[in-house]
């Protein structure tokens, strides 16, 4: 057995980052830099260092092979259970360089195998938690990471009416009811987060659908080649884990440039407008684009 210490990596990639994009005012998913730079990036490169040739994870996701022999990603087999969004943002070569075992089995069966296998734990509780906060809230590890002092500041509606107080933007996320302590004539959601104003905007929960998204920072999992940029492509989006992935229409968004148009690389920045609105649209979410069970791409929403 080896163990490899990525204490410091982990700190300044994933930490730095979930802090970091708390404070700008968005809701970050670490699970997929962690897995992008720590499980996928660090890790393989130092089994490579000790002599291996490729690394296998748990994660219930399949992969096969195009005609080109690029690797490509897709859906695991157990609905409940496939974890394709959280892997949508690694490159060719790290799923290249990666075996998935699990990915042609539901949840189940893999317990039963153990079981006749005599492996245990056959059964562990699963945490949706992130990982390295443990005994405090978002909030309050921020804090202790930083030493920052947040500002307590209004609770407006939409139309600007002030109804409440918040403990400091750094306590929310777009979507949350809980903890809001405002009240009205049905419950509020936190809509949107002013950082400049060090304001929180509520809504009814109809006030929180939206039919349209940026996405930068976008991974391709597909090439280029197969997308025809003067059409929009119909796709299937999923904008957080939890979520089911809606039908939509894809096109590179006015910030794409000329030589992206021209299909000489892929658009970095692009436009998803869904068939029907979906709720609580978060910015610092990954947005993840399906053909079918094929993944085409993923971004971060802006």
Known sequence: ?????????????????????????????????????????????????????????????????????????????????????????????????????????????????????????????????????????????IVSKTGMKFTPGDIVTTDNKVVGRHRGLHCYTIGQRRGLNCPGPEPYYVKSIDMINNRLIVGFRKELY??????????????????????????????RYSHTDAPSTLFPSSESTAETLNKTTCPNHIKIIFDSPQFAVTPGQGAVFYKEDKVIGAGIIQ
């Open 210 to 239: 939206s039919d349209t998204l940026n996405v930068r920072n976008v991974n391709w999992l597909s090439p280029c080649t197969e997308f025809s940029w003067d059409k929009p492509m119909k796709v299937m989006t999923k904008i």
């Open 1 to 141: 057995m080896h163990c490899v210490d990525f204490k410091e990596l982990f700190e300044k990639h994933v930490v730095n980052y979930f802090i970091d994009t708390y404070r700008k005012g968005s809701t970050p998913n670490p699970c997929l830099v962690c897995n992008h730079k720590i499980k996928f990036g660090a890790l393989y490169d130092a089994a490579v260092k000790l002599g291996a040739d490729t690394i296998a994870t748990g994660h219930y996701i399949r992969t096969e092979r195009d005609d080109e022999e690029n690797p490509v990603l897709l859906k695991g087999l157990d609905s409940l259970k496939e974890q394709s969004y959280f892997l949508s943002m690694l490159s060719h070569r790290q799923l290249k360089n990666t075996l998935f075992p699990l990915g042609e089995y539901t949840k189940q069966e893999v317990i039963e195998i153990a079981s006749e296998n005599h492996l245990v734990p056959l059964e562990k509780k699963e945490s949706q938690d992130i990982c390295f906060i443990h005994d405090s809230t978002f909030a309050e590890f």
